[in-house]
T-cell receptor, first 112, second 115 residues
Framework: GNSVTQMEGPVTLSEEAFLTINCTYT??????LFWYVQYPGEGLQLLLK?????DKGSNKGFEATYRKETTSFHLEKGSVQVSDSAVYFC???????????FGSGTRLQVQP | ETGVTQSPTHLIKTRGQQVTLRCSSQ?????VSWYQQALGQGPQFIFQ???????GRGNFPPRFSGLQFPNYSSELNVNALELDDSALYLC??????????????FGEGSRLTVL
């Protein structure tokens, strides 16, 4: 079956530091890949996505590249802000139905 | 704000009871999916409803059931509650056209505690 593995948190960074959150996946076909973010007290929000190999998703300074050869979709941001503190979930879906398989989440804490 | 509303936001039940959670989908959306998010874990897919029928199911027992209404709102019902059912239940709405479903928009969830 499908699965998503992401690095355990919490990840604690100082403001303006570089962020990488690793995500690897296992899928039987050619999935679409997503990063969702969950801010404290809020619902899940789609951060970015990529639907095929070598696609780069980007939003709000975050980016991730769909690497089929390494089955990875690592999330990066060049300079984090305190407001980026949240839990980040990597996810995949296969087929047209969009049932998502999520990783366990990585909590990011950015200190001023 | 996604336009997906869930109720109640919090509730407490005891083992063996039954619970119904409700979800109103975003305007223009015709598909509803439900997810269970245990504390410290990622959401797990329970099932999806389209055209008032179950359109896919994850690895959850039959005591998890649902409904979708003609206005596309949805209910999640859980019978014979167990302690492990304590979780945040997330509803997501989307638009299905043909064989493809678009982006999911999540509500803020209903937090269920089973004592």
């Amino acid at each position: 079956g499908n699965s998503v593995t992401q690095m355990e948190g919490p990840v604690t960074l100082s403001e303006e530091a570089f962020l990488t959150i690793n995500c690897t996946y296992t899928a039987t076909g050619y999935p679409s890949l997503f990063w969702y973010v969950q801010y404290p007290g809020e619902g899940l929000q789609l951060l970015l996505k990529a639907t095929k190999a070598d696609d780069k998703g980007s939003n709000k300074g975050f980016e991730a590249t769909y690497r089929k050869e390494t089955t990875s979709f690592h999330l990066e941001k060049g300079s984090v802000q305190v407001s980026d503190s949240a839990v980040y979930f990597c996810a995949l879906s296969e087929g047209g139905r969009r049932a998502l398989t999520f990783g366990s989440g990585t909590r990011l804490q950015v200190q001023p | 704000e996604t336009g997906v509303t869930q109720s109640p936001t919090h509730l407490i039940k005891t083992r063996g009871q039954q619970v119904t959670l409700r979800c109103s989908s975003q305007s223009g959306h015709n598909t509803v999916s439900w997810y269970q998010q245990a504390l410290g874990q990622g959401p797990q897919f329970i099932f999806q409803y389209y055209r008032e029928e179950e359109n896919g199911r994850g690895n959850f027992p039959p005591r998890f059931s649902g409904l979708q209404f003609p206005n596309y709102s949805s209910e999640l019902n859980v019978n014979a509650l167990e302690l492990d059912d304590s979780a945040l239940y997330l509803c997501a709405s989307s638009r299905t056209s043909g064989r493809s479903t678009g982006e999911l928009f999540f509500g803020e969830g209903s937090r269920l505690t089973v004592l």
